[in-house]
């Protein structure tokens, strides 16, 4: 049985499941990213996180991540919600804040639950793991440039990866030959790509297609 058909059965009592576990569970809801859930051996790890009732806590959702880390964090978890078809999961590195305890760098997974309308997140925290801290970081990276994208310059990605021509695009988005060139120029820049080939290259190694 895996984790999740386990997290569905031990909705309503989470503790059971979570008690035991090496890694951090939170739970977030989809439409608002609110902090539902944290898992037992969390909230003794971080007794001043949870000095205050969860439930209404964390009106802005993500205080609990570092400032500097949670636009990112957020961004990210709505790409995933946005695209949830085209992804079981997505994985990210975040920086978690709780009291007086140094700010620690977390791998989390996060798991979309359609019945529930809520995001499992399984957190661990990293030590020396360099291979995976670097591939979520550069995920994560990747995943909020692309957010930031307009929508008119994500139709555009998928059209190239297409390999349609810029004359075949200009036509099937209803704009000129010229404003497809500023397009592609600004979306290389946004991206920090420099050709075709490393646009493909960042929309297959994220998952973007």
């Not at 036509?171 to 991206?191: A, C, D, F, R, S």
Request: aromatic share 10%; hydrophobic share 35%.
């Amino acid at each position: 049985m895996n984790l999740i058909q386990k997290f569905k059965e031990h909705r309503d009592n989470l503790d059971q499941l979570t008690d035991t576990l090496p890694y951090v569970i939170h739970v977030h809801n989809i439409q608002n990213l609110q902090l539902k859930y944290v898992s037992p051996n969390f909230k003794n790890a971080y007794i001043e996180f949870v000095s205050e009732d969860l439930s209404t806590l964390y009106t802005d959702s993500l205080t609990h991540v570092h400032p500097n880390d949670q636009l990112k964090v957020k961004e990210t978890y709505l790409h995933y919600i946005r695209n949830a078809k085209q992804f079981a999961s997505i994985n990210f590195l975040q920086r978690m804040r709780f009291g007086a305890k140094p700010d620690q760098v977390f791998f989390t997974t996060s798991i979309m639950i359609q019945e529930t309308n809520e995001l499992l997140d399984i957190s661990t925290p990293l030590s020396n793991n360099e291979f995976i801290s670097k591939n979520a970081l550069c995920q994560s990276e990747n995943i909020w440039k692309y957010s930031l994208l307009r929508e008119k310059e994500k139709q555009l990605i998928q059209l190239l990866i297409q390999s349609k021509s810029l004359k075949e695009i200009a036509k099937q988005l209803g704009i000129t030959y010229n404003t497809v060139k500023t397009y592609k120029k600004k979306i290389y820049k946004k991206l920090d790509i420099h050709s075709l080939n490393e646009l493909f290259d960042f929309v297959r190694s994220n998952n973007l297609n």
